[in-house]
């Protein structure tokens, strides 16, 4: 058979179309001249070689032709009069195909989607590389700048998508406190073959003492990839899980307390655990009325930029009046208030 396709390509005889990509992404990736610019002469014939393979064995009926004749009769037939098929006779019956004449880099130009992709491109190193199916890094620190925005016909293939936005929910003694949460997600990506694909991911989210609701933390590229495009920034929103007993404002802390008449016009002290698991007593010997609020200086939520502070804690009061009172009761009250 003189040439063995099968065998440059490192492939067995029933190779299909993906089986081929990946096999001749792999390997003109690994002899392009600019990755072997001390053995360039030769990586150029093994890349012309690879790209011939893949040409050839891609093509359902020049592979059948290379199968059965060789490479021999491809590349030696006659072109029929417009220069770009030929035919053959099997067993009784004649079979046309088309020749290809594509040169390596048109070859990677219809595989990947852009124009010349390895034309000036010894430096691949800058993001944009994912979103064509080649490794970070791969090529050195640098980019060619036909792949850099506003370079002529390739920005198209260097757009960003918007960002995809996620809710992070936080308990109130996570923002108090400060935590590591970890947060699986799932998001559209292409695999190594450049198909659509979905992947699971967990992000690990380092939630600082006195972030608030609302706050928001971006992981750039990390969210949604489409064809010929960099993957958009994936961002998360915090929300805060509602307390049973302290709500948030600002960086004070409120929570109100059910108290009895008697307890507002006599006194009473209030017991709280506070978000980091302290036990506070504060006694209330003012009078309590409808607008009093006590106030404890430091027992609010962590001020984010200033470590050593607190907002503070705000305590309200519920009172609840007697629903029913004795002819003693109203009386004895009477003479109370009134000989105040």
């Given at each position: 058979m003189g040439v063995n396709y099968y065998k440059i390509l490192q492939v067995d005889r029933n190779a299909n179309d993906d089986d081929l990509k990946k096999a001749y992404r792999m390997l003109a990736m690994k002899w392009h001249p600019d990755k072997n610019p001390n053995n360039k002469r030769d990586a150029e014939a093994k890349?012309?070689?690879?790209?011939?393979?893949?040409?050839?064995?891609?093509?359902?009926?020049?592979?059948?032709?290379?199968?059965?004749?060789?490479?021999?009769?491809?590349?030696?037939?006659?072109?029929l009069p417009n220069g770009s098929c030929s035919s053959y006779t099997s067993h009784g019956s004649s079979t046309k195909f088309c020749r290809n004449s594509r040169s390596a880099n048109d070859l990677f130009s219809e595989l990947f989607g852009f124009p010349s992709p390895f034309e000036g491109m010894s430096h691949m190193s800058d993001p944009r590389a994912a979103a064509y199916g080649f490794p970070r890094g791969l090529f050195g620190d640098n980019v060619s700048?036909?792949?850099?925005?506003?370079?002529?016909?390739?920005?198209?293939?260097?757009?960003?998508?918007?960002?995809i936005e996620r809710t992070l929910l936080c308990s109130l003694e996570d923002l108090f406190m400060g935590c590591v949460k970890k947060m699986k997600i799932a998001k559209d990506a292409l695999d190594n073959m450049g198909r659509p694909t979905t992947v699971e991911k967990i992000l690990t989210v380092d939630i600082k003492p006195g972030w608030k609701k609302g706050t928001k933390i971006t992981f750039p590229e990390l969210g949604d990839q489409q064809p010929r495009g960099i993957p958009s920034d994936l961002v998360l929103t915090l929300d805060e899980i509602p307390h049973r007993v302290f709500k948030r404002d600002g960086n004070d802390l409120i929570t109100t307390q059910d108290i009895s008449l008697v307890e507002a016009l006599t006194g009473y002290t209030v017991h709280l655990t506070t978000l980091d698991g302290r036990n506070l007593t504060i006694p209330?010997?003012?009078?309590?009325?409808?607008?009093?609020?006590?106030?404890v200086i430091g027992e609010?939520?962590?001020?984010?930029?200033?470590?050593?502070?607190?907002?503070?804690?705000?305590?309200?009061?519920?009172?609840?009046?007697?629903?029913?009172?004795?002819?003693?009761?109203?009386?004895?009250?009477?003479?109370?208030?009134t000989s105040s």
């Open positions: 890349f012309k070689n690879i790209s011939e393979a893949y040409d050839v064995l891609s093509d359902p009926q020049r592979r059948v032709v290379y199968d059965q004749l060789g490479e021999e009769y491809l590349k030696g037939q006659t072109p700048a036909s792949l850099r925005p506003g370079a002529g016909g390739a920005s198209s293939y260097t757009r960003k998508g918007a960002a209330i010997d003012s009078i309590v009325g409808p607008t009093y609020e006590e106030v609010g939520m962590p001020i984010p930029k200033e470590a050593s502070r607190h907002g503070n804690l705000r305590i309200k009061f519920n009172v609840k009046f007697p629903v029913e009172l004795t002819s003693e009761q109203r009386m004895g009250i009477h003479e109370l208030l």
